[in-house]
């Protein structure tokens, strides 16, 4: 069954037009964030999307293409076995879809009723039925839309109406050996169905030389429309490093050229280092409602970038971490969830819709053993952004789904506490760093400042989290009113959370008052307290004793050591043998928490 849905939010004017630079638990288990399943039946993955739009023609279900990357369609041709896997919302296993079609790019119906399927070994897009499928459903009712005989699709786009395809050219064989293929690259192109004609025949748009207006790529381009129906279409070679993007207005009966085919090595970001975009394939490029600005997943410096759609100019960062490699947009609300593939930092990135905001941030954790990542391309937000969906592979335990529930509620946070009173030579903090999916990882680092009164700022060494996300902070400042602050930030210095506590040091205090008597045959005892601030020092401190003859120019003598007791008391006796004037030193020396106190008691003896 379908997991119950919010309301959908009404979409945000204007969305994104301020950018600010800045465990696994078993198969269908719960938990506080959502579900962790399992998908055996995931042999590789291409592109996912969430069938959770609302209204009657909606069905709930998950579709996880088993494809290739561009290139790889070039090179070896398509997947000889590539289906469509589906799950419900929760991500429970519910049937398989054309296997053996070699399923690449998905897309869906603005309202749900229909998956479209680029099927690269039938050279067509399939038109599926969302209504058809059932448990046992393997071939769903559809509607197989041709592209020219031997092409391979390889990704969809539904906009303004048309469902636009990319493909690769037909092969051609060498030396006429059936076995010895050859996809040619630099050919490759975009083209459309127009979806309000009852039988539509493919169409390549060309200029007056018979040029292809939509570019031509080393190999078919990942394709990203805007879900708010603007007539905005991307388009993103992930082949190449930079990658090439081009952008167009599709709303019209033409197909208009806004940014045409270009490299993103342009462009500086808010650190003044180049900006050199990779990877661009499909599930890692959003367009954002209302059409002003793409999202693009970068490869230098790590990171996400916005650009403008009417010239690819470069508006805004991101912070994400090393390898990004997944873009997902609620389309309801602008609500951004970005990957990444860092080990020892966050796997995914939660932004608020005007992109100024990291609401969340999500980690898979990791062990001596296995690494569990994030696939590319592998993220999808419902379109209220209530519920966020995260494919991860690993070598043990496969593809695994993650759904996490309302991931713009913000989880993500770094806790402080320090003991009521803190003294001056020791002060000791406890930290704890909390991610929306459960402890930060281990060995993950945070840095601490300490700032005094007057606004001097001392960095102190950097930490590693221990298991379960937790840290100490210890330091020895003279006393004083300070502000601790810890930060926890990817590898690549995107700020994840930081917290802040003040800490009045005040002077350490330690202090030693004694007495001493005398007895008959010249025992003297001597007793005393050992306070810390005031408060009586632990049974078992160390009080060193010494003893000298007064008026006397001979060293003291030193005498056997001596231990509190409860409440801090201590008791010195001694039988020096003759009879003199007597001063007894009693001291504690110090230690890491505390300061030095002495005293002095003078006694007189006689035989």
Same mark, same amino acid.
């Given at each position: 069954?379908?997991?119950?849905?919010?309301?959908?939010?009404?979409?945000?004017?204007?969305?994104?037009?301020?950018?600010?630079?800045?465990?696994?638990?078993?198969?269908?288990?719960?938990?506080?964030?959502?579900?962790?399943?399992?998908?055996?039946?995931?042999?590789?993955?291409?592109?996912?999307?969430?069938?959770?739009?609302?209204?009657?023609?909606?069905?709930?279900?998950?579709?996880?293409?088993?494809?290739?990357?561009?290139?790889?369609?070039?090179?070896?041709?398509?997947?000889?076995?590539?289906?469509?896997?589906?799950?419900?919302?929760?991500?429970?296993?519910?049937?398989?879809?054309?296997?053996?079609?070699?399923?690449?790019?998905?897309?869906?119906?603005?309202?749900?009723?229909?998956?479209?399927?680029?099927?690269?070994?039938?050279?067509?897009?399939?038109?599926?039925?969302?209504?058809?499928?059932?448990?046992?459903?393997?071939?769903?009712?559809?509607?197989?839309?041709?592209?020219?005989?031997?092409?391979?699709?390889?990704?969809?786009?539904?906009?303004?109406?048309?469902?636009?395809?990319?493909?690769?050219?037909?092969?051609?064989?060498?030396?006429?050996?059936?076995?010895?293929?050859?996809?040619?690259?630099?050919?490759?192109?975009?083209?459309?169905?127009?979806?309000?004609?009852? %039988?539509?025949?493919?169409?390549?748009?060309?200029?007056?030389?018979?040029?292809?207006?939509?570019?031509?790529?080393?190999?078919?381009?990942?394709?990203?429309?805007?879900?708010?129906?603007?007539?905005?279409?991307?388009?993103?070679?992930?082949?190449?490093?930079?990658?090439?993007?081009?952008?167009?207005?599709?709303?019209?009966?033409?197909?208009?050229?806004?940014?045409?085919?270009?490299?993103?090595?342009?462009?500086?970001?808010?650190?003044?280092?180049?900006? %050199?975009?990779?990877?661009?394939?499909?599930?890692?490029?959003?367009?954002?409602?209302?059409?002003?600005?793409?999202?693009?997943?970068?490869?230098?410096?790590?990171?996400?970038?916005?650009?403008?759609?009417?010239?690819?100019?470069?508006?805004?960062?991101?912070?994400?971490?090393?390898?990004?490699?997944?873009?997902?947009?609620?389309?309801?609300?602008?609500?951004?969830?970005?990957?990444?593939?860092?080990?020892?930092?966050?796997?995914?990135?939660?932004?608020?819709?005007?992109?100024?905001?990291?609401?969340?941030?999500?980690?898979?954790?990791?062990?001596?053993?296995?690494?569990?990542?994030?696939?590319?391309?592998?993220?999808?937000?419902?379109?209220?952004?209530?519920?966020?969906?995260?494919?991860?592979?690993?070598?043990?335990?496969?593809?695994?789904?993650?759904?996490?529930?309302?991931?713009?509620?913000?989880?993500?946070?770094?806790?402080?506490?320090?003991?009521?009173?803190?003294?001056?030579?020791?002060?000791?903090?406890?930290?704890?760093?909390?991610?929306?999916?459960?402890?930060?990882?281990?060995?993950?680092?945070?840095?601490?400042?300490?700032?005094?009164?007057?606004?001097?700022?001392?960095?102190?060494?950097?930490?590693?989290?221990?298991?379960?996300?937790?840290?100490?902070?210890?330091?020895?400042?003279?006393?004083?009113?300070?502000?601790?602050?810890?930060?926890?930030?990817?590898?690549?210095?995107?700020?994840?959370?930081?917290?802040?506590?003040?800490?009045?040091?005040?002077?350490?205090?330690?202090?030693?008052?004694?007495?001493?008597?005398?007895?008959?045959?010249?025992?003297?005892?001597?007793?005393?307290?050992?306070?810390?601030?005031?408060?009586?020092?632990?049974?078992?401190?160390?009080?060193?004793?010494?003893?000298?003859?007064?008026?006397?120019?001979?060293?003291?003598?030193?005498?056997?050591?001596?231990?509190?007791?409860?409440?801090?008391?201590?008791?010195?006796?001694?039988?020096?043998?003759?009879?003199?004037?007597?001063?007894?030193?009693?001291?504690?020396?110090?230690?890491?928490?505390?300061?030095?106190?002495?005293?002095?008691?003078?006694?007189?003896?006689?035989?």
């Amino acid at each position: 069954m379908p997991r119950n849905r919010k309301p959908l939010a009404i979409a945000v004017a204007g969305l994104l037009a301020g950018i600010v630079w800045p465990f696994a638990l078993p198969s269908g288990a719960a938990n506080a964030a959502g579900a962790t399943v399992a998908l055996p039946q995931l042999a590789s993955f291409h592109e996912m999307v969430v069938d959770d739009v609302g209204g009657n023609a909606s069905h709930g279900y998950i579709f996880l293409s088993q494809g290739l990357s561009s290139g790889a369609l070039g090179t070896g041709g398509p997947s000889q076995t590539a289906g469509i896997v589906v799950t419900d919302l929760s991500g429970n296993y519910v049937t398989t879809l054309d296997a053996g079609y070699g399923a690449e790019g998905l897309a869906l119906s603005p309202d749900g009723g229909t998956v479209y399927a680029a099927m690269s070994r039938a050279s067509a897009v399939a038109a599926i039925d969302v209504s058809s499928i059932t448990p046992t459903t393997t071939v769903p009712s559809q509607t197989l839309y041709s592209l020219p005989s031997q092409t391979v699709p390889y990704d969809v786009a539904v906009q303004s109406g048309k469902l636009f395809a990319s493909f690769n050219p037909a092969p051609y064989l060498l030396d006429q050996n059936p076995n010895d293929v050859y996809y040619p690259v630099g050919q490759s192109t975009v083209g459309y169905f127009d979806l309000s004609q009852a %039988n539509p025949a493919f169409q390549v748009p060309t200029d007056a030389s018979g040029n292809a207006v939509m570019g031509e790529w080393y190999s078919a381009p990942g394709l990203a429309a805007d879900p708010s129906g603007t007539g905005e279409l991307i388009a993103s070679d992930e082949s190449g490093t930079p990658t090439q993007v081009a952008s167009f207005d599709v709303a019209g009966n033409t197909v208009t050229v806004r940014a045409p085919q270009q490299r993103l090595a342009a462009g500086t970001d808010n650190s003044g280092d180049p900006v %050199n975009c990779a990877w661009a394939g499909p599930g890692r490029v959003v367009v954002v409602p209302g059409g002003s600005q793409v999202i693009i997943g970068c490869g230098s410096p790590y990171a996400h970038f916005g650009y403008s759609t009417a010239d690819l100019s470069l508006l805004g960062r991101y912070g994400t971490t090393d390898y990004s490699n997944a873009t997902a947009i609620a389309t309801g609300t602008g609500q951004l969830a970005l990957g990444a593939g860092d080990t020892y930092a966050p796997d995914i990135y939660v932004y608020d819709p005007t992109g100024s905001t990291l609401l969340n941030a999500y980690d898979f954790g990791e062990s001596s053993t296995d690494s569990v990542t994030l696939v590319p391309g592998g993220l999808a937000l419902s379109p209220d952004g209530s519920t966020l969906y995260a494919l991860t592979a690993s070598q043990a335990d496969g593809y695994v789904l993650h759904i996490f529930d309302d991931p713009g509620q913000s989880a993500t946070s770094v806790t402080l506490t320090a003991p009521a009173a803190v003294y001056a030579g020791y002060v000791t903090i406890n930290g704890l760093v909390t991610l929306a999916s459960g402890p930060a990882a281990y060995w993950a680092t945070v840095t601490v400042n300490r700032t005094d009164a007057a606004g001097k700022t001392v960095s102190l060494p950097s930490l590693h989290l221990a298991q379960g996300g937790t840290f100490t902070v210890t330091d020895d400042p003279a006393a004083g009113r300070y502000t601790y602050t810890a930060t926890y930030s990817s590898s690549s210095g995107t700020v994840v959370a930081a917290k802040s506590i003040a800490v009045n040091v005040l002077p350490n205090t330690s202090a030693i008052t004694a007495t001493g008597s005398v007895k008959g045959s010249g025992t003297v005892t001597v007793r005393g307290t050992l306070t810390f601030n005031g408060t009586p020092a632990p049974a078992g401190t160390t009080i060193t004793v010494s003893r000298n003859e007064n008026p006397s120019l001979l060293p003291a003598t030193p005498l056997p050591s001596v231990t509190t007791g409860w409440g801090g008391a201590f008791t010195v006796a001694d039988k020096p043998g003759f009879a003199a004037s007597f001063v007894y030193t009693v001291t504690y020396p110090g230690d890491a928490v505390h300061g030095a106190a002495t005293a002095t008691v003078a006694v007189g003896t006689s035989k």
